[in-house]
């Protein structure tokens, strides 16, 4: 039952604009139109002020798994709280959630994995990657080794690090960005950019861009290669078979650390309880946040193998980097209560078993609308391409994503959430969703592209 707003829907949008600043927003264009007032989650569902009910195909931002509203974690932090609600991990102090979550995470991460350093987001972790690399580098006594290799249109965050690493042209072009020391290769986009090669052909092609690049700037002077297993922001980019094996091959050649963004990829989306394993990835780093508390307190860390925790700790020097709410007991709370979620639940299993395959068969059935281009899914994360002809995917809408926006609006007043990427529609529903909710989550889908299509002849698109 959805409860009253506190606040009048008015007063709650002028006040926005006022005072919040939103990310990744043009705050005149909001101003104008007014921010979506969201008050309620239950499951995969959500309402807004207007008493409008959403069925939430974003898992709030790649990050609900156990979907909203679970009585467990809110209990699980408000015991914790009462105990010891904060402290932090420097001066040689660490704190019993936290040390128990590392724990945990030890045990589901791949074998060779058994160490964690905590954040508050996937930003900071990756921006501790950048740091890690190169003072591992250092240690080892080759310090010229500070370049980290990422791709275009992958997405790492929002710090000065962070989108550094990520490849996304507009956040490139405000604050002097990329930093130093990162450069970029293509990525495994095989629907953009692999038209009239085999999928397989193309993945490797792809992987090799990577050998041409440490080629070029020398193995001797290249820290790390990062990757998303599956890039979420950049539209859902699955690559082919053959691209993480070439990579993996083409880091241990030339002694490249090999690191898995894993923010999106993790705990149970892919089917697996990382993409690095579904993908037979074996990370040296790898970076977590979102759903390892389900997004209902924000924590990120940076899991860490083996071979480069050893050289960290047993050199002996001090790694002068971490943050206040490194380890913050209440948010490790709210992690290890999600975790115990989604092993009691068995949600990685059903995502690669039952409700995974039953969500991919029923979105493949949207590749008959005369705007579907490409219909494409791994466990519960996939994505529309949008294009005036299906029959020649080559031909794009132009400008690029205006198409995308107009769907991504039918969406919401037809009552799903999903994100448009330039003209490509994605979903990443809550590692929850029945068969149901499957069902209703593609009609909707499917409205969302027929007015989508009749939108585009009234304005003389087609015909």
Known sequence: MLQSNLYPTADLRAADARHYLHPFTDHKALAEEGARVIVKGDGVWLWDSEGNKLLDGMSGL????VGHGRPEIADAVHAQMGELAFYNSFFKT???????????LAAIAPAHINKVFFTSSGSEANDTVLRMVRHYWALKGQPNRQIVIARHNAYHGSTMAGASLGGMKPMHAQGGLPIPGIVHIRQPYWFGEGHGMAHDAFGLQAAADLERMIRTLGPENVAAFIGEPIQGAGGVIIPPATYWPEIQRICRKYDILLVADEVICGFGRTGRWFGSDYFGIEPDLM??????????LPLGGVMVSDKVADVLVNLGEEFYHGYTYSGHPTCAAAALANLDIIQREGLVERVANDIGPYL???WKTLADHPIVGETRMVGLIGALELVPDPKNISNRFTPTGAVGSIARDYAFQTGLVMRAVRDSLIIAPPLTLTHAEADELVRLARQTLDLTYEELKRRGVFG
């Not at 660490?94 to 945990?104: D, F, I, M, Q, S």
């Open 94 to 104: 660490t704190n019993a959630p936290a040390v128990r979550l590392a724990e945990r």
């Open 360 to 362: 991919q068969g029923r």
């Open 62 to 65: 790649w990050c609900t798994n």
């Open 287 to 296: 970076t977590i946040a979102k759903g390892v508390t389900s997004g209902y």
